[in-house]
């Protein structure tokens, strides 16, 4: 499509029609007075930015025809940062809760990291409310490391320092930042080597597990309180994420329909 032609484009789309604007975030554009992915547009890129975040700065950039993430055939080998999010529904003020949904993402995301043989001296937290803004923190740890144990005392003391009581949240984020190779590290004087050792082993045994049994499997405490949250239909999985055939798994199955029918 020519880029004098994105306008017109535009005009006739509706915001349920762009990936990357769920229903919420739809009704949320609705209320602003957006009907159609052009009003979406029009509007200042400062004011996507202070609605949606980092998303709605880069979906308004694309739908605009400007290219945020050119397209690669190579796979991905360097990362700045490494970053896990999820929303989840209904929105929550269950503390537990809530802490538990971050545990699960910054498991996640040093998962990604000893994937690619990489540790993070610095992480950064966002707890995201029913209304779409955001309470963030982050903080440097005293060496950088790979093990999602020797994290989490860092994490914990962010999660109540931006953690609210009675604010409904429907969303966590994981960031870890100034990404080194896990490789050569330097002792220091003062350091717990041994309890050091001990969670870099653990965190690599977990990944041996879960890759055996599946993702998450194997993981920390505070995912129990996953058990809390308020069951709904959108968490019902459809049959063929149920049905699996030999050789699929939860996360890998096959791009191809199947029918279920009796005869």
């Known amino acids: 499509m020519a880029g004098h032609h994105i306008h017109l484009f535009l005009q006739k789309l509706p915001l349920e029609n762009v990936w990357g604007f769920g229903p919420n975030t739809v009704n949320l554009l ?3 007075g957006l009907c159609t992915v052009y009003d979406f547009v029009v ?4 004011w996507a930015e202070r609605l949606m975040g980092k998303i709605g700065r880069e979906l308004w950039n694309e739908l605009r025809g400007n290219v945020m993430y050119p397209v690669s055939a190579e796979e991905k080998s360097s990362y700045y940062t490494i970053s896990k999010g999820r929303t989840f529904t209904p929105p929550s003020r269950d503390r537990a809760f809530v802490h538990a949904k971050l545990v699960r993402n910054l498991e996640g995301a040093f998962i990604k990291a000893r994937r690619h043989r ?6 950064g937290i966002a707890l995201r409310h029913q209304d779409f803004s955001e309470d963030a923190a982050e903080a440097a740890l005293s060496r950088a ?3 999602t144990q020797e994290a989490m005392p860092l994490v914990a003391a962010l999660f109540e320092q931006v953690f609210r009581e009675g ?3 429907r969303a966590t984020m994981v960031v870890l930042g100034k990404l080194e190779q896990d490789q050569g590290e330097q002792f220091e004087l003062f350091e717990d080597r041994v309890r050091i050792d001990k969670m870099t082993v653990a965190s690599r045994a977990i990944d041996e597990v879960n890759e055996r049994f599946g993702k998450h499997k194997l993981s920390l405490g505070p995912s129990l309180f996953l058990r809390r949250g308020e069951r709904t239909e959108r ?3 459809p049959w063929r994420k149920t049905n699996l055939l030999g050789g699929e798994t939860k996360r890998k199955r096959l791009n191809i329909p199947r029918l279920s029918i009796k005869v």
């Open 118 to 123: 990489l540790r993070a001296k610095i992480i």
């Open 43 to 46: 509007r200042p890129e400062k």
């Open 235 to 237: 968490e019902a999985l």
């Open 30 to 32: 609705k209320k602003h």
């Open 145 to 147: 490391t790979s093990a």
């Open 167 to 169: 604010v409904d949240y």
